[in-house]
């Protein structure tokens, strides 16, 4: 199955930036994602990329604001948050699947990060 571990997570003021990252082991995966699950509220779709980075995809409410990246020979996947809202506060999981197609479908994804605390104070 491989494993993702999330790393980066913590607590910032209201319009402030965060960066974090989820490293991958054990296996190749072709689309990496990014979830989000706040306090009383299923689990969302952030973001995700796909193999060669060229492909990406974003939940409306974080377009022009977060930026995922990946960087295959570490193995890595980042989020790039800016201009983050009290509304962003939420843990985050790192996804990955090895199917080849783009997805954004949380069924498609196979292997999970344990998650990593964001919280956006006002």
């Known amino acids: 199955q491989g494993q993702l571990v999330e790393s980066g997570g913590g607590l910032v003021q209201a319009g402030g930036s965060l960066r974090i990252s989820c490293k991958a082991t054990?296996?190749?995966?072709?689309?990496m994602a990014w979830f989000r699950q706040a306090p009383g509220k299923e689990r969302e779709f952030v973001a995700a990329i796909d193999w060669n980075g060229i492909s990406t995809r974003y939940v409306d409410s974080v377009k022009g604001r977060f930026t995922v990246s990946r960087d295959n020979p570490r193995n890595t996947m980042s989020l790039q948050m800016n201009s983050l809202k009290p509304d962003d506060t939420a843990v985050y999981y790192c996804?990955?699947?090895?199917?080849?197609?783009?997805?954004?479908?949380?069924?498609?994804?196979?292997?999970w990060g344990q998650g990593t605390q964001v919280t956006v104070s006002s």
């Open positions: 996804a990955a699947t090895t199917r080849t197609i783009m997805t954004t479908e949380r069924a498609d994804f196979g292997s």
């Open positions: 054990g296996r190749t995966f072709y689309t």
